[in-house]
């Protein structure tokens, strides 16, 4: 008797899971929706950010430079020259020389990072 009733048993639930042609347009009638309209993201690269910083820097530093000045002398009477400057020494100041100088630097480097994307979805519509 039990033998009976399993094949009953299992009669009626393969009536019940098949589909039939009143079903056959229906695909959410006896089966769930697939879920393809989650949330989906897209990898985006950001280059590296630079920018140019101009400084000034020393081309050659101010320095002092002595110059030997002879002594002078002048005649006077014919049989006479005289000393009227001694020898010395004059001294020239040169003043620093700086020049503008560019150069480039990074401020952010290169990143990787992910954006939400709308998603492309037939049972959805998106």
């Known amino acids: 008797m039990s033998r009976v009733i399993a094949a009953a048993f299992a009669t009626a639930l ?16 006896y089966a769930p929706p ?3 309209c989650g949330p989906q993201y897209q990898q985006q ?9 101009q400084e000034t820097v020393m ?4 320095r002092v430079i002595a110059h030997r000045t002879p002594a002078q002398y ?17 001294y020239e100041r040169t003043a620093p020389e700086y ?15 992910y954006v939400p994307v709308a998603p ?5 519509g998106y």
């Open 34 to 36: 697939q879920p393809c």
């Open 74 to 90: 002048r005649t006077v009477m014919v049989p006479q020259t005289v000393m009227v400057a001694p020898e010395g020494v004059a």
């Open 59 to 62: 081309v050659s530093p101010g």
């Open 120 to 124: 492309r979805c037939s049972t959805c």
């Open 14 to 29: 393969a009536i019940v899971a098949l589909p039939t042609a009143a079903s056959a347009g229906c695909h959410s009638c």
């Open 45 to 53: 690269v950001a280059p590296a950010q630079y920018r140019t910083v």
């Open 99 to 113: 020049a503008t100088q560019e150069r480039v630097e990074m401020v952010a480097p290169a990143r990787t990072y």
